[in-house]
């Protein structure tokens, strides 16, 4: 195992845990205002210190891994869940008009700025968490349809799958027994990489008010409160943006881990 | 190195040296920054404060005027007087006064500009200033007779707004672009999404300002301000969006702080009409649920004074009724309980953008939801809120300022965007606008606040502040704002 694996590994479960641990207890009611004792520098009652609110920053944090965390887990889930039988289909049917419907769609899709798009949906259907979800999904369906079709294209070509079909099985049982398995370990890598810019772009939704609304603690809204209290108050912006970097250069760093550790080729090559 | 060279070099020093000579006067011009940027120059068609910041009193001049105390002086106006009923206003005019496109101000241009501010399908957005308004007669080129359906002990002050400023039939077309007035500031240039100049007229009738020209600087997002502020890319910003910034300000020699108070009575807007809020005890609970103080401290950072009814604390008439909605989150789950809501129950709170609306918004809600009432904060655009919250009426409870000057007669109005609906307030209103006797209208006044107060229509939270910064050398500038307004006649530098 490389020592990326290993790096991005903890750096990820350590937010994954922080996220998990909010669920059952935090140091303090992330919601609970305390105005007299706003804007405390990091002490040792309030680890990261309080909001311009008096809120408990570490508590925010927590809470805020989890909404970064869910909305990022769901839509990277709706891209998998649709882009990976989109590419499967648009491959078993290689050069015939559904692959071309598939693939054209698709880069109709990829050719839109996605963080744009992602403003209109949740402009037009209001702000909230569910619609950066939704709209933070929808870009995710033609990067895994992608994927998916470039990869299972070349096994199509390999002995086993001809064996498969001379022993009668159809298109469909084919891709789900025998392509899917083997583009499983590209789709996790794929996974956690899209999974890191999942967690950005809900900042980034967040950071202009389309994200989770308040209460609801959000890294995004905390750097946009943060922003003209930043030359008195620089913990404000300074841990949210530390929480933020922490978590995609940890998923980054264990998305190229996984890819070296599970490519056999470069296995191969190591041992 | 060439002779050529050598002269270039030479006038090139001789400009510096002329620059540093004129920079050691006083500077005769000023940069002012504003949040908001006016959609247009016409202060008689639309409510937006924005236009009156840049061309009251600078552009337009009504009849009447505001001092930055709020008082109210003769403005193109000469004098007046005023018959024995209170029906007949007589105002002389200055005479020599002219506008910007060299034609002569007189009787026939107040007869337009009132006429056409009264009229039926006029698109004035304080109709209700000029509502009595029976007829306005031309007397002689200096004098004009306005003639009332009924005494209108607020008149005057009416007059003084920037909805009512004396416009020319022959200018009125391009107004919105071109705007052509009275006053001691002609028109410069304006760059869409940056800035509008401003330039003395040479041709004033009354005293020459200090100031040879102004530019106002449209900056909205507050880091921006600050920013800018700090650089001294400005000299004075009228009315600073982030709280937070001030005590940096005020701690630094270069820059001046003026704080002050502006007609704002910020509101907990309720839908009035809308259950549960259409039963008093529930109004009652918000009212007593709600922390000013705090609201105060954790928005705006201290700056505010607390409000216990729709009325501006500066005001000899105002009644302070903080008293009455006093914080005490026990009564207010006890008159919920009453009300049949011991669970409490679930609204909505629509936040315009301005940060005393967002941050003052999350403060509420959190406070609301200590006895049981769950608000769902909604933030929305101002182009959003005017069509929803304000045409609409679609909403539970909303966060605003409402910085029209002596607007407490909303009340009377129950198609108001709150809903409220009471024969007392109307007649009291009525009443009202047909007292002239200062001392008993101050009675109505302080009756109609407390009306409002019992009746807990809104929650009222605090006055909003006027927070002005400027360089450390302006001088004149208004630490109050009676209305919208950055007077540039009194503005100077000090040597």
């Not at chain 2, 009849?63 to 003769?74: I, Q």
């Not at chain 2, 409000?307 to 302070?320: C, L, S």
Request: glycine share 8%; net charge negative; charged share 15%.
């Amino acid at each position: 195992m490389s020592r990326n694996l290993i790096l991005g590994a903890v750096l990820s479960s350590l937010i994954l845990l922080a996220a998990l641990v909010s669920f059952v207890w935090t140091p303090y009611d992330y919601a609970a205002l305390d105005i007299p004792n706003k804007l405390q520098p990091p002490n040792a009652q309030h680890w990261f210190g309080t909001d311009h609110f008096g809120r408990d920053m570490f508590s925010m944090i927590m809470v805020g891994a989890r909404t970064s965390i869910a909305v990022a887990l769901v839509a990277v889930g709706i891209g998998m869940a649709l882009g990976v039988p989109l590419g499967l289909t648009a491959a078993a049917r290689k050069g015939s008009w559904l692959d071309e419907v598939i693939m054209r769609g698709n880069d109709l899709v990829f050719a839109f700025p996605s963080l744009v798009i992602a403003i209109l949906i949740t402009a037009v259907f209001g702000a909230g968490a569910i619609n950066a979800i939704i709209a933070i999904g929808i870009f995710n369906i033609p990067v895994f349809a992608r994927i998916t079709r470039g990869a299972a294209l070349s096994l199509w070509e390999r002995e086993f799958i001809l064996a498969a079909r001379v022993s009668g099985k159809g298109a469909a049982r084919i891709s789900a027994e025998h392509i899917l398995p083997n583009v499983a370990n590209l789709l996790i890598v794929q996974g956690t990489i899209q999974f890191s810019l999942g967690i950005l772009a809900e900042a980034g939704l967040s950071y202009v008010g389309l994200g989770a609304q308040p209460p609801t603690p959000s890294w995004g809204r905390m750097l946009a409160d943060a922003q003209t209290m930043v030359s008195f108050a620089p913990h404000l912006a300074l841990i949210p943006g530390l929480a933020i970097i922490v978590t995609v250069l940890g998923l980054n760093l264990l998305g190229d881990g996984l890819r070296d550790w599970l490519d056999p080729r470069i296995r191969v090559a190591r041992a | 190195m060439t002779n050529q060279m050598l002269k270039s070099l030479a006038s090139a020093l001789a400009l510096g040296a002329s620059v540093f000579a004129t920079g050691a006067l006083a500077k005769s011009d000023i940069t002012i920054a504003m949040q908001l940027e006016p959609p247009h120059l016409d202060p008689t068609s639309a409510a937006a404060q924005a236009i009156d910041s840049v061309v009251y009193t600078n552009i337009f001049e009504g009849l009447t005027r505001f001092m930055g105390d709020g008082s109210v002086v003769p403005g193109l106006a000469e004098s007046w007087e005023i018959s024995e009923d209170g029906t007949v206003y007589t105002f002389k005019l200055h005479d020599g006064v002219t506008f910007h496109d060299g034609t002569t101000m007189d009787a026939e241009d107040v007869k337009f500009s009132l006429d056409r501010a009264s009229a039926e399908d006029s698109a004035n957005a304080q109709k209700a200033l000029f509502e009595g308004i029976e007829s306005v007669e031309v007397v002689d080129p200096l004098t004009v007779k306005v003639t009332l359906s009924e005494p209108n002990g607020n008149f005057l002050f009416n007059l003084a707004w920037g909805d009512a400023v004396i416009v020319s039939s022959d200018s009125i077309e391009n107004i919105k672009t071109n705007p052509v007035g009275t006053g001691a500031f002609t028109f410069g240039n304006w760059v869409q999404g940056d800035s509008i100049t401003l330039i003395r007229n040479p041709d004033y009738w009354g005293d020459q300002p200090a100031l040879e020209a102004a530019t106002f600087k449209f900056i909205s997002d507050p880091t921006a301000a600050f920013a800018a502020m700090m650089a001294e890319d400005v000299d004075v910003f009228d009315n600073f969006p982030a709280p937070e910034n001030l005590a940096q300000f005020e701690a630094d020699p270069r820059f001046q702080v003026l704080v002050g108070s502006t007609e704002g009575e910020t509101i907990l807007s309720t839908n009035n009409k809308k259950p549960p809020f259409d039963d008093i005890r529930v109004r009652q609970a918000l009212a007593h649920a709600i922390d000013r103080q705090a609201i105060i401290d954790g928005a705006m950072f201290g700056y505010g004074t607390p409000i216990g009814t729709h009325f501006a604390p500066h005001n000899p008439a105002y009644v302070d009724l903080t008293g009455t909605s006093a914080h005490d989150p026990e009564k207010a789950a006890k008159l919920l309980a009453d009300a049949g809501y011991e669970e409490g129950f679930e609204t909505t709170l629509h936040l315009p953008p301005p940060s005393y609306a967002r941050r003052g918004g999350e403060i509420i809600a959190a406070q609301l939801a200590e006895v049981g009432i769950t608000a769902e904060i909604i933030n929305v655009e101002w182009a959003q809120w005017l069509e929803s919250v304000f045409k609409g009426k679609d909403y539970d409870l909303t966060v605003i300022s409402h910085t029209e000057p002596m607007d407490i007669g909303i009340y009377a109005r129950p198609d108001y965007y709150f809903q409220y609906d009471s024969l007392d307030a109307q007649t009291l209103m009525e009443t009202l606008n047909a007292t002239t006797d200062p001392e008993e209208r101050k009675k109505l006044l302080g009756d109609m606040q407390r009306l409002i107060s019992n009746d807990f229509v809104n929650g009222y939270l605090f006055q909003l502040p006027k927070l002005g910064i400027a360089k450390a050398g302006v001088q004149g500038l208004w630490q109050n704002a009676p209305t919208a307004a950055v007077d540039l006649t009194q503005i100077s530098w000090s040597e």
